[in-house]
């Protein structure tokens, strides 16, 4: 469970500060394909981090395609929540960043094939 909890801890950390590294390398196409690009990077950095993970930590199972599938569910998801939805933005404390939304589902999604 403690493995669990520090993988979770470092997938939010990873991700949150490494999408802005691999979509800066992608050039601005529109609102629409930078949420999904932005979710798709979310979904592949989280796989990544528990793959890597699961090779360090003992008590962590070693993450398969159908765990980066459902990552990357989860994370589009959450970008269709942010970008479909945006009264769902209203209702979030202004702390929150929309962007956590996509990440957080990539999270969920990844935490669900376990």
């Given at each position: ?42 979904a ?42 945006p ?9 929150v ?18």
């Amino acid at each position: 469970m403690l493995g669990y909890i520090v993988l979770i801890a470092l997938q939010i950390i990873i991700g949150w500060f490494g999408k802005d590294v691999i979509a800066a390398q992608i050039p601005n196409q529109g609102a629409l394909i930078d949420g999904i690009v932005d979710a798709i990077c979310f979904a592949v950095i989280v796989w990544l981090v528990g793959l890597i993970g699961s090779l360090v930590l003992k008590s962590v199972g070693r993450p398969g395609t159908s765990t980066l599938v459902s990552a990357l569910v989860g994370a589009l998801i959450g970008a269709a929540v942010v970008i479909f939805v945006p009264a769902v933005l209203k209702t979030l404390p202004a702390q929150v960043d929309a962007d956590f939304i996509p990440l957080a589902g990539a999270i969920l999604g990844y935490l669900v094939r376990r």
